[in-house]
Nanobody, 123 residues
Framework: QLVESGGGLVQAGDSLRLSCAAS????????MAWFRQYPGKERERIAV????????LYADSVKGRFTVSRDNRKEEVYLEMTDLKPEDTAVYFC??????????????????WGQGTQVTVSS
């Protein structure tokens, strides 16, 4: 099970840190990712991190503003979001790809998902 936390209501330009904690399974050797979803839209992959944290991949829409990291000892993954914009308003999900250790861009590579946390950015 994956559980996201840290979402909330902020103003444009503010920062937020999302956390994703694993329970009942280990994610320390899995590729992890953050996705977000707008109402009525498909989930959008925004950040991926390989199993040990040495490789990352970002969507152009968040590059330079968001940073993904992980602490395998704690079985947690984080998404540091800075300079937030109203268009970042969405539900954010973490996902695990335990079959892989390298960067994965296909959504169907991710087998486990959290329930999502709402991020709302006001202008």
């Amino acid at each position: 099970q994956l559980v996201e936390s840290g979402g909330g209501l902020v103003q444009a330009g503010d920062s937020l840190r999302l956390s994703c904690a694993a329970s009942g399974r280990t994610i320390s050797s899995a590729t992890m990712a953050w996705f977000r979803q707008y109402p009525g839209k498909e989930r959008e992959r925004i950040a991926v991190i390989n199993w040990i944290g040495f490789e990352t991949l970002y969507a152009d829409s968040v590059k330079g503003r968001f940073t993904v990291s992980r602490d395998n000892r704690k079985e947690e993954v984080y998404l540091e979001m800075t300079d937030l914009k109203p268009e970042d308003t969405a539900v954010y999900f973490c996902a695990a790809a335990p079959r892989y250790t390298t960067i994965q861009i296909r959504t169907d590579s991710y087998d486990y998902w959290g329930q999502g946390t709402q991020v709302t950015v006001s202008s």
